[in-house]
C-alpha cells in the first residue's frame, strides 16, 4: 500500500533471517544427517523470528507522525487498511525471505525436492504470519517495549503455521506427500485471511483511541 | 431535506480518561457558516473532545451526530466531509510536499493532480520547498503542507487541534485568513488554541472545557 | 428478565451481590476440597498399572479442565464485552485470568510429576502437554497486555480481543499439536483405557467442583478489588467507604 522507502529496513529482517538460521550449524556441529534433519524446523523458527523483527514497524512509523489517523479517517473501511498493511508487511518481508530460503536449505543440506517443497510451504506460511502479526503489532501499538510484548503474543499464535510447515518438509524427506500439510496450511490461511483484518482492523481502533 | 443539512450536534456528551471525568453533559449544534473556539487549560479535554468529534475515540456516555445521524453510522459520509489535523501532522517524512498531499488524496479516494497540489501549498506559501522531502522541512513548513492538505479535501467541517503550533506570524495571518473565508462560505470549523486568533467578522462560538481555569 | 440482567450488570448491585456468594462459593471449595483429597487419598483404589502415583490426576485432570474452562469462559465476558460495552464483563475476564494461568501451572506442574514414575521423565512432548504449555503462554501473553496498558479502557478492549484470536486459535493450536505428535511418534504411553473405579471418578468430580467453587470465589473477590478500583471517583463507592 504505501512505498517502503527506506532499503535498510527490510534487509535488516531477512539477514536476520539468513544469521538465525547460520548460527544453528555453528551451535551443533556440521554433521550433515542432523542438518538435513533439524534444518526444515530451523529454517522455519527463523522464519517465524524474521517476521517478529519486522512486525512492530508496520504500524509504529505511521502511528508516530499521525499517517494511522489520517488514514482511519478517510471514507474507507479500516479492514481494507489492515488488509493492506498485512499484504504490505508481507511484501517486504515475505517475498524477499522465500526467495533467500533455497540459500539456507542447501547450507542444511536438504535435497533438491525438499527445498522446493520448503519454499512452497513459506509461501503459503509467511502470509499467515503476516496477518497474524498484524493483530499483535495493532494490539501493541505505541505501548512501552511493544517488541517483546508483540513476541509474546504472537509467538504461540505461529504454532500451528510452524507445525505444519515444517512438517511439510519433512513429510517429503521421510518420503510421504507433503500434501496433506500444504492443504491444511492453504485452510488456515484462508480462514486466518476471512478473519484477522477484521480483529486487526478492531484493534487498530482500539490503539488509537 | 432537514436531515442534508449539514449540522454536527452533540448530544449529552460524556468524556473520562483513566478513571477521571474530564466533562459531562455537554451540548451544542454547530452550522453551516459557523466556527466553535474551544478554550480551556491544559489537561482539560480539549483534544480529547475533538477526537470524539472525529470518531476516532468513543464517547463515555451520549453521542455525536453529523447531519442528525450518529457518527457510528455514517461514519463514511462523515470522514469524506471532515478534515482533521490533531497535534502530528500525518506526513510521511521520506515523501515531498506533493506526493504527500497526493498519496493522503489518494487514500480518501479522490484524485488531485499535481498542478492542483502545487497551487495549494503556493497558497500556504511553500513554493521554494516542492521538491524536498519532508524530513529536511521546519516545523512549521510541515505544519503548513498539513495545512494545504486540509485545503484539498474541500471538506466542509474543519477539525484543528492547536494548529498555530509552529506557525510564525506570517503563518497565522494566513491561517486567520483560510479561516475565515472558509467558514464565510458556508463551512465549520471546530478549533482550539491557547494563542489569540483575530477572526473579527466571522460568526464564532467559544466553548469553555472543564471547569474555570484555575 | 433483561431487567434484572441490567440490574446485575452495574457494578454497584454487583458488588453488593459477590459480597454476599463469596463466602458460600469459598467455604464450599475448601470443604469440597476435604472431601475430595480425601477420597483421592483413603478411598479411591491403588491402580493396578500404575501404583500409588496415579493419585496425582485428581488435581491434574481438574486443574487441566479448569485452565482451558476459563480460557472459553475469559473468551465469552470479552465477547460480551466488545458486543455491548458492559464493563463488568471485563472485569470478569480480568478477574479470571490469574486463575486460569495458576490451574494451567498447577496441571503441568502436575503433569510433570506424573511424568516422571510413568514415563520416566519429567517433560515429555506430548500432544496434551505441549498443548497446555502454549496455552500457558497465551495466558501470560494476555496478562502481559494488560499489565503494558496503562488505560483501562483500552486494555479491557485489547485484551478481549486477544482472548478471542486465542479462543479461534485454541483448537487449531491442540489439533495440529496433536498431529505432529503423532507424526513424531512421540513417547507417550496413554493411561490405560480401562474403565474407571467408582470412588476414582467420584474424587475427580469432587477434585473438579472444589476447583470450580474455588474459581469462582476468588474471581469475584478480584472483581470486587477491580470495582472498587475503577470506580473509586463515583458516589456510591465514597458512601460505601464512607467519609
New interface residues.
Given amino acids: 500500500m504505501l512505498a517502503a522507502r527506506r532499503r535498510g529496513d527490510w534487509l535488516t529482517s531477512q539477514f536476520f533471517f539468513v544469521m538465525v538460521a547460520s548460527m544453528f550449524p555453528l551451535g551443533i556441529g556440521p554433521d550433515p544427517n542432523t542438518l538435513r534433519m533439524i534444518g526444515p524446523g530451523v529454517v522455519w523458527v527463523s522464519a517465524l523470528l524474521a517476521s517478529l523483527l519486522s512486525l512492530p514497524r508496520l504500524l509504529a512509523e505511521d502511528f508516530r507522525d499521525g499517517s494511522l489517523e489520517q488514514m482511519l479517517l478517510t471514507p474507507q473501511p479500516a479492514v481494507l487498511l489492515a488488509l493492506g498493511k498485512s499484504l504490505a508487511h508481507w511484501l517486504i518481508y515475505g517475498v524477499p525471505l522465500l526467495l533467500i530460503s533455497p540459500i539456507l536449505g542447501i547450507q542444511f543440506s536438504l535435497p533438491a525436492e525438499a527445498i522446493a517443497i520448503l519454499m512452497l510451504s513459506l509461501l503459503i506460511g509467511t502470509p499467515i504470519l503476516s496477518l497474524l502479526g498484524s493483530v499483535g503489532a495493532a494490539l501493541t501499538l505505541g505501548l512501552r517495549g511493544s517488541g517483546v510484548l508483540l513476541t509474546l503474543l504472537i509467538l504461540p499464535l505461529y504454532v500451528p503455521v510452524l507445525i505444519f510447515g515444517a512438517g511439510a518438509v519433512d513429510a517429503i524427506m521421510a518420503g510421504t506427500s507433503a500434501e496433506s500439510h500444504l492443504s491444511l496450511l492453504g485452510a488456515i490461511l484462508v480462514s486466518t485471511l476471512l478473519v484477522a483484518p477484521w480483529i486487526a482492523a478492531a484493534a487498530l481502533k482500539v490503539s488509537i483511541e | 431535506m432537514s436531515e442534508s443539512v449539514a449540522t454536527l450536534s452533540v448530544h449529552d456528551l460524556r468524556c473520562t480518561r483513566g478513571d477521571r471525568e474530564l466533562f459531562s453533559d455537554m451540548n451544542f449544534t454547530l452550522h453551516g457558516g459557523e466556527a466553535l473556539l474551544i478554550q480551556g487549560g491544559n489537561g482539560q479535554g480539549k483534544t480529547s473532545l475533538l477526537r470524539l468529534l472525529t470518531g476516532l475515540a468513543q464517547p463515555a456516555y451520549g453521542e455525536v451526530r453529523w447531519r442528525g445521524e450518529k457518527l457510528a453510522r455514517t461514519s463514511e459520509t462523515y470522514h469524506r466531509e471532515m478534515a482533521y489535523i490533531g497535534h502530528l501532522n500525518g506526513i510521511k517524512d521520506d515523501l515531498t510536499p506533493i506526493e504527500n498531499l497526493r498519496l493522503a488524496a489518494q487514500l480518501a479516494g479522490r484524485t488531485l493532480d499535481e498542478a492542483q497540489a502545487e497551487e495549494k501549498l503556493c497558497q500556504l506559501g511553500l513554493g521554494r520547498c516542492l521538491d524536498l522531502p519532508c524530513r529536511v522541512l521546519s516545523f512549521g513548513q510541515r505544519r503548513r503542507v498539513a495545512l494545504s492538505n486540509l485545503l484539498c479535501s474541500n471538506a466542509p467541517l474543519w477539525i484543528l487541534d492547536e494548529p498555530l503550533t509552529g506557525l510564525d506570524v506570517h503563518g497565522v495571518a494566513l491561517l486567520e485568513n483560510l479561516l475565515k473565508s472558509h467558514v464565510d462560505q458556508g463551512g465549520m470549523a471546530v478549533l482550539t488554541t491557547h494563542q489569540p486568533l483575530s477572526l473579527e467578522g466571522a460568526n464564532i462560538h467559544a466553548l469553555r472545557v472543564g471547569g474555570p481555569a484555575q | 428478565m433483561a431487567i434484572n440482567l441490567y440490574y446485575y450488570a452495574s457494578p454497584a448491585t454487583f458488588y453488593q451481590l459477590s459480597g454476599k456468594l463469596i463466602p458460600w462459593f469459598g467455604w464450599s471449595a475448601a470443604i469440597l476440597t476435604l472431601i475430595g483429597l480425601y477420597i483421592s487419598f483413603f478411598v479411591a483404589p491403588t491402580d493396578f498399572q500404575q501404583g500409588e502415583a496415579y493419585r496425582i490426576i485428581f488435581i491434574h485432570v481438574p486443574a487441566a479442565w479448569m485452565s482451558m474452562f476459563i480460557y472459553l469462559v475469559m473468551a465469552f465476558w470479552g465477547a460480551i464485552g ?1 458486543a455491548f460495552k458492559t464493563r463488568l464483563s471485563f472485569m470478569m475476564s480480568r478477574a479470571l485470568a490469574p486463575t486460569g494461568a495458576l490451574f494451567t501451572f498447577v496441571a503441568l506442574w502436575t503433569g510433570a510429576l506424573w511424568g516422571k514414575p510413568m514415563w520416566g521423565a519429567w517433560w515429555v512432548w506430548d500432544a496434551r502437554l505441549t498443548s497446555e504449555l ?1 496455552l500457558l ?2 495466558y ?3 496478562m ?2 494488560w499489565a ?7 486494555g479491557d ?2 485484551g478481549a ?2 482472548t ?3 479462543a ?2 485454541v483448537p ?2 491442540y ?3 496433536k ?2 505428535n503423532t ?1 513424531h511418534q512421540g513417547a507417550s504411553i496413554k493411561p490405560s483405557g480401562t474403565s474407571m473405579h467408582e470412588a476414582m471418578l467420584a474424587g475427580m468430580l469432587i477434585m473438579a467442583f472444589a476447583a470450580w467453587f474455588y474459581t469462582i470465589a476468588v474471581a469475584l473477590y478480584r472483581v470486587r478489588t477491580l470495582i472498587i478500583e ?4 463515583s458516589e456510591w463507592v465514597k458512601a460505601l467507604t464512607g467519609k
Fill in positions: 466488545l502454549i503462554f497465551l501470560i501473553g494476555i502481559a497486555l503494558a496498558i496503562d488505560d483501562p479502557q483500552r478492549r485489547a480481543l486477544l478471542l484470536v486465542g479461534i486459535n487449531i493450536i489439533f495440529s499439536v498431529w505432529w507424526l475503577r470506580e473509586r471517583n
